[in-house]
């Protein structure tokens, strides 16, 4: 079964410093790959999503991730951390067998230290 | 304004009394989903529904009910609470199909059985 892995459930960077979030899936097939956020007390949103053609996909806020097939991961970066970054940072993989199913990780807390 | 709207935001009720969330969205999607999260377990899936009068378990959906009458409307039912489904609880939307677009999150209902 499809499985999504977030190295660290909590990680603390300082303002303007780089993020780096991990996210790995299992399928031998790649699938449809999403991260998501979630800010204090609200629902989850898009931050970006790949499906096909450019591995290296932009999404809100300055973030971006790259798909690479060849470590079946998809890290989730920013060059500079702001304050307003601090949040729940989930990784989602959709199969592109049945696409409905969208599996979640576990999530990585995000701390920015001033 | 495109928006999945669940009511209560949060409650509290003891073992037993049956409650139901409700969730509705405006953006016309086919597919909808309910989700608890609890820590360190990222988001897990209750119950879907692909289309109306069509719905399906998801990975835990002991202790639940769903129904899907109406195309914008997918309420959760708790027949008989237990203290085990405290818990944070998100219904999502999307699209359906090839083409998978992203989840449209409400905003969560928390929920705590006595």
């Known amino acids: 079964a499809q499985s999504v892995t977030q190295l660290g459930s909590h990680v603390s960077v300082s303002e303007g410093a780089l993020v780096l979030l991990r996210c790995n899936y299992s399928s031998s097939v790649p699938p449809y790959l999403f991260w998501y956020v979630q800010y204090p007390n609200q629902g989850l949103q898009l931050l970006l999503k790949?499906?096909?053609?450019?591995?290296l996909v932009k999404g809100i806020n300055g973030f971006e991730a790259e798909f690479k097939k060849s470590e079946t991961s998809f890290h989730l970066t920013k060059p500079s951390a702001h304050m307003s970054d601090a949040a729940e940072y989930f990784c989602?993989?959709?199969?592109?067998?049945?696409?409905?199913?969208?599996?979640f990780g576990p999530g990585t807390s995000l701390s920015v230290i001033p | 304004e495109a928006q999945v709207t669940q009511n209560p935001r949060y409650l509290i009720t003891v073992t037993g009394k049956k409650l139901t969330v409700t969730c509705s969205q405006n953006?016309?999607?086919?597919?909808m989903s309910w989700y608890r999260q609890d820590p360190g377990l990222g988001l897990r899936q209750i119950y879907y529904?692909?289309?109306?009068?069509?719905?399906d378990k998801g990975d835990v959906p002991e202790g639940y009910k769903v129904s899907r009458k109406e195309k914008r409307n997918f309420p959760l039912i708790l027949e008989s609470p237990s203290p085990n489904q405290t818990s944070l609880y998100f219904c999502?939307?999307?699209?359906?199909?090839?083409?998978?677009?992203?989840?449209?999150f409400g905003e969560g209902s928390r929920l705590t059985v006595l």
């Open positions: 953006m016309n999607h086919e597919y």
């Open positions: 999502a939307s999307k699209t359906s199909g090839v083409n998978t677009g992203e989840l449209f």
């Open positions: 790949y499906t096909t053609g450019a591995t």
């Open positions: 989602a993989v959709s199969d592109r067998a049945s696409y409905d199913k969208v599996i």
């Open positions: 529904s692909m289309n109306v009068e069509v719905t």
